[in-house]
């Protein structure tokens, strides 16, 4: 006779990160195509949508159906008869002419770190970058800085991604008892406008590389607020950095290794007055190392696109922090995997 058993261990989870890749490339697509900004003007049949993206009729469907599915888009009627329109959430952020538009950094996502993550075997084994570095080609930075549209649409990317955090950071910590303030490596210069615009009385700097200077000054312009944030060029590595109370870096600690980590925290260190504070935007991994899985992650994907580059945890922050002389450190959640570290002089 047969006997059934019962099991209790579903290997659900196991086959949808296993097979993750689908939704994720049907997603990358559809935004490098720019489906979500076509139907951002009108919603659309599918034979519109075949048109305008230059698709073939095998597959079309699917594709979109694929999306309905996933709950990017929203369908009324069936295949040759259905009319597609975006879901909420992908009507603000995936739509192009948005300010809100996130979809630069899944743009990248697409064209450069999916055929990277193809290697990261080859990664774990040798410890060796797996981007254009692997076959010759120019560092990612170095090739983004020598192209003016590459460079804007990075700095686009990486202001959109982040800008949940530079507000929810300008809001949540108590900026009362502070006067000035400097970004490293401040980019589009994105979270000292978000520092300013929610603290009056803050004057702030934005300190990166000169060949983002007129970019960050155009944002500056654009928000109004040149009289309260300055854009000042230098490389932080071989340059002097802006004396300021409170001085941040956002995404930047987790692209250098343990040695440049430290210098870098101990020139802010230097430069902070006593009781002045240094900030740290990153994803911060759970110091269980069990929890923040995009923060592992994303430290997978410094392996991926940096020769040492790796995220780290608060607790990681915290001794680093005391070893260059910070009295108290603390910790702000920010949105989704995000965090900001803070440590005081």
């Known amino acids: 006779m047969e006997t059934t058993i019962a099991i209790s261990v579903d290997p659900s989870k196991i086959m949808q990160v296993g097979m993750g890749f689908w939704s994720s490339k049907t997603l990358l697509t559809a935004v490098n195509m720019g489906l979500f900004t076509h139907l951002a003007e009108r919603d659309l049949s599918g034979k519109e949508i075949k048109g305008k993206l230059g698709l073939h009729e095998r597959g079309l469907y699917d594709f979109l159906d694929s999306l309905v599915a996933l709950g990017f888009l929203n369908r009324n009627g069936l295949k040759e008869n259905s009319i597609y329109s975006n879901a909420e959430d992908t009507e603000l952020f995936l739509d192009k002419n948005k300010p809100s538009y996130i979809g630069g950094i899944l743009e990248m996502s697409n064209n450069r770190l999916y055929p990277f993550w193809n290697t990261l075997e080859e990664g774990l084994k040798t410890g060796d970058p797996q981007n254009e570095t692997k076959t010759g080609g120019t560092p990612i930075f170095e090739a983004l800085y020598s192209n003016e549209q590459k ?46 615009l929610n603290n009056d009385h803050m004057n702030c700097i934005s300190f990166d590389l000169p060949q983002v200077e007129h970019i ?122 995000s965090s900001a570290v803070i440590a005081i002089k």
């Open 151 to 196: 460079l804007r649409e990075f700095l686009k990317a990486m202001g959109g991604v982040q800008m949940g955090n530079f507000m929810k950071f300008a809001q949540a910590f108590d900026f009362s008892k502070y006067n000035t303030h400097c970004d490293l490596g401040g980019a589009g210069a994105h979270l000292s406008s978000q520092i300013a």
């Open 216 to 337: 960050a000054k155009e944002n500056i312009n654009l928000m109004r607020l040149s009289d309260k944030v300055s854009i000042q060029s230098g490389d932080f590595f071989l340059n002097d950095i802006p004396k300021a109370d409170v001085i941040t870096m956002g995404n930047v600690l987790h692209d250098w290794g343990t040695e440049d980590k430290i210098m870098l925290i101990k020139k802010a260190y230097d430069t902070l007055p006593k009781g002045g504070a240094l900030v740290v935007i990153e994803n911060i991994i759970d110091n269980n190392r069990s929890e923040n899985a995009f923060g592992l992650m994303m430290s997978l994907n410094m392996l991926i696109e940096t020769p040492g580059g790796y995220d780290f945890s608060a607790a990681d922050f915290d001794g680093w922090a005391m070893e260059c002389g910070f009295k108290q450190t603390s910790i702000i959640p920010l949105t989704g995997p």
